[in-house]
């Protein structure tokens, strides 16, 4: 089955660490993004990513780090300079550049205490 | 920047009725607008995407409409039935990047 995973599912993390979401893909498609949700907020874009080895900053990048070393992964480093990371994390992929339909995985929900 | 507003942010409706739910946005350069269904603690599923040059998709008993000149969209369920409970997203597409709405949430009644 072709599709987006995001591991692990839920996530605990103390003040002060870093932690790494996993996005994986098999659907080939060459753009990747990361989106954070709040309760009652539409989906916020934190980085994106249109090829290997190049991404873009979004909205609301401060505090956040990417990688795209791999066409199939797209991994999100929630840094201790990000100022709230609690929140619910959304990988999504598209075909490639353009207005293409987007794709999304299942999320993770990161809690930091 | 675009500018994704949904009225209203929550809807109850018994079940068998027609639903038609709202998005509004600001820049009219939009190339795509996506309609998504959430679940509780879940992803997105896409439910259509229309393209700029379109003025309406259909899936099922789903149909969603764009206006780029009033910078409206629609998403029009037809009889309503309980497992159509959920968060419905749009998002409009500029470049490479979707502005998202907050949401509607809908409950059919059974």
């Known amino acids: 089955d072709g599709g987006i995973t995001q591991s692990p599912k839920y996530l605990f993390r103390k003040e002060g660490q870093n932690v790494t979401l996993s996005c994986e893909q098999n659907l080939n498609h060459d753009a990747m993004y990361w989106y954070r949700q709040d309760p009652g907020q539409g989906l916020r874009l934190i980085y994106y990513?249109?090829?290997?080895?190049?991404?873009q900053k979004g909205d609301i990048a401060e505090g956040y780090s990417v990688s795209r070393e791999k066409k199939e992964s797209f991994p999100l480093t929630v840094t201790s300079a990000q100022k709230n990371p609690t929140a619910f994390y959304l990988c999504?992929?598209?075909?490639?550049?353009?207005?293409?339909?987007?794709?999304f995985g299942p999320g993770t929900r990161l809690t930091v205490t | 920047k675009q500018e994704v507003t949904q009225i209203p942010a929550a809807l109850s409706v018994p079940e068998g009725e027609n639903l038609v739910l709202n998005c509004s946005f600001t820049?009219?350069?939009?190339?795509?607008l996506q309609w998504f269904r959430q679940d509780p603690g879940k992803g997105l599923t896409s439910l259509l995407l229309?393209?700029?040059?379109?003025r309406e998709q259909t899936s099922g008993r789903l149909n969603a409409s764009l206006d780029k000149s009033s910078g409206r969209s629609t998403l029009y369920i037809a009889a309503s039935q309980p497992g159509d409970s959920a968060t419905y997203l749009c998002a409009g597409s500029i470049d490479y990047k979707l502005s998202f709405g907050a949401g509607t949430t809908v409950t059919v009644r059974a």
């Open positions: 990513s249109q090829i290997v080895n190049d991404f």
């Open positions: 999504a992929s598209s075909p490639g550049q353009g207005p293409y339909e987007q794709y």
């Open positions: 820049d009219s350069a939009i190339y795509n």
């Open positions: 229309i393209q700029s040059s379109q």
